[in-house]
């Protein structure tokens, strides 16, 4: 069994900062890709940010410049930390990571509960 838990989320001005965690726990053998996606009201759920076990790291162009990720492989967490904040950046946000339990079984897509970030204007 293996749990991703966000936290940090909540309700933050435009332009203030937030910063999000996840920690992956429970039957892990290796962590390759983890990352944010988050899903506004009525809209599709869309990646944010996504970071490599090399650190390689991925955005979307709507936060390039003002979010950043970061991972932790010895404790298998991740966070994002986000700055200059919009009210469009208002969304559920979620952990995603590929996940081996063993290390004969292929990566699979576990992802968190989500956690809500709103921000006003």
């Known amino acids: 069994q293996v749990q991703l838990v966000e936290s940090g989320g909540g309700l933050v001005q435009a332009g203030g900062s937030l910063s999000l965690s996840c920690a992956a726990s429970?039957?892990?053998?290796?962590?390759?890709?983890m990352g944010w996606h988050r899903q506004a009201p009525g809209k599709q759920r869309e990646m944010v940010a996504q970071?490599?076990?090399?650190?390689?790291?991925n955005y979307a162009d709507s936060v390039k410049g003002r979010f950043t990720i970061s991972r932790d492989n010895a404790k298998n967490t991740v966070s994002l930390q986000m700055n200059s904040l919009k009210p469009e950046d208002t969304a559920i946000y979620y952990c995603?990571?590929?996940?081996?339990?063993?290390?004969?079984?292929?990566?699979?897509?576990?992802w968190g509960q989500g956690t809500q970030v709103t921000v006003s204007s």
């Open positions: 995603n990571a590929d996940i081996k339990t063993f290390p004969f079984l292929p990566f699979r897509d576990y």
């Open positions: 429970g039957r892990i053998s290796s962590i390759n890709r």
């Open positions: 970071i490599t076990t090399d650190g390689s790291t």
